[in-house]
Antibody
Framework: EVQLQESGPGLVKPSQSLSLTCSVT????????WGWIRKFPGNEMEYMGY???????TYNPSLKSRISITRDTSKNQFFLQLNSVTTEDTATYYC????????????????WGQGVMVTVSS | IQMTQSPSLLSASVGDRVTLSCKAG??????LAWYQQKLGEAPKLLIY???SLQTGIPSRFSGSGSGTDYTLTISSLQPEDVATYFC????????FGAGTKLELK
């Protein structure tokens, strides 16, 4: 069974960097597309970006100057780094896998992690 | 593309037919998914491409709609369906609705 699990600090100071890890079991990250979604306290959700099976990345234009998604295929993990955080980056962060029916990749998400709440505060 | 869900809170009884609405700010060409999130759990994909049921999801869940207006229907509400349901469009980038919280009356 495919499982995703986020980990990382729950508290980050303003202006610092937020770094999260998504550990994947049951499926290789050298296949499919792997992304990050965040849910703000008011329930709005934002798709932040993704890394593909080749290691290429695509980011939400609203975050492009601050975000980086990387991976470690030997550990089957991928990572989120968000720089220069403010209180507006306080959210629950989810890692996700893009939908796959065995033939095609789709742009919905068939596996999600449980999420990690990150608070930006001094 | 803005996604608007209604109602934000819905109370229903076991056995009721429940309908949740998701309205897109423009035509999303049927690129719509529905998710269920129970308290403390990861979101679960229910429906994709408007009306395709994800593997393992009970058949009481169904989706319909076109253009800008979409619906998730639960044909006979069960206690385990208490959750928040949200929609997502993937026609142009990815945007999500704010969710409908479904509770038992």
């Amino acid at each position: 069974e495919v499982q995703l699990q986020e980990s990382g600090p729950g508290l980050v100071k303003p202006s610092q960097s937020l770094s999260l890890t998504c550990s994947v079991t049951g499926y290789s990250i050298t296949s499919n597309y792997w992304g990050w979604i965040r849910k703000f306290p008011g329930n709005e959700m934002e798709y932040m970006g993704y890394i593909t099976y080749t290691g290429s990345t695509t980011y939400n234009p609203s975050l492009k100057s601050r975000i980086s998604i990387t991976r470690d295929t030997s550990k089957n993990q991928f990572f989120l780094q968000l720089n220069s955080v403010t209180t507006e980056d306080t959210a629950t962060y989810y890692c996700v896998r893009r939908g796959y029916d065995g033939t095609y990749y789709y742009r919905y998400f068939d596996y999600w992690g449980q999420g990690v709440m990150v608070t930006v505060s001094s | 593309i803005q996604m608007t869900q209604s109602p934000s809170l819905l109370s229903a009884s076991v056995g009721d037919r429940v309908t949740l609405s998701c309205k897109a700010g423009q035509n999303i060409n049927n690129y719509l998914a529905w998710y269920q999130q129970k308290l403390g759990e990861a979101p679960k994909l229910l429906i994709y491409n408007v009306n395709s049921l994800q593997t393992g999801i009970p058949s009481r869940f169904s989706g319909s709609g076109s253009g800008t207006d979409y619906t998730l229907t639960i044909s006979s509400l069960q206690p385990e369906d208490v959750a928040t349901y949200f929609c997502q469009q993937y026609n142009s980038w990815y945007t999500f609705g704010a969710g409908t919280k479904l509770e038992l009356k």
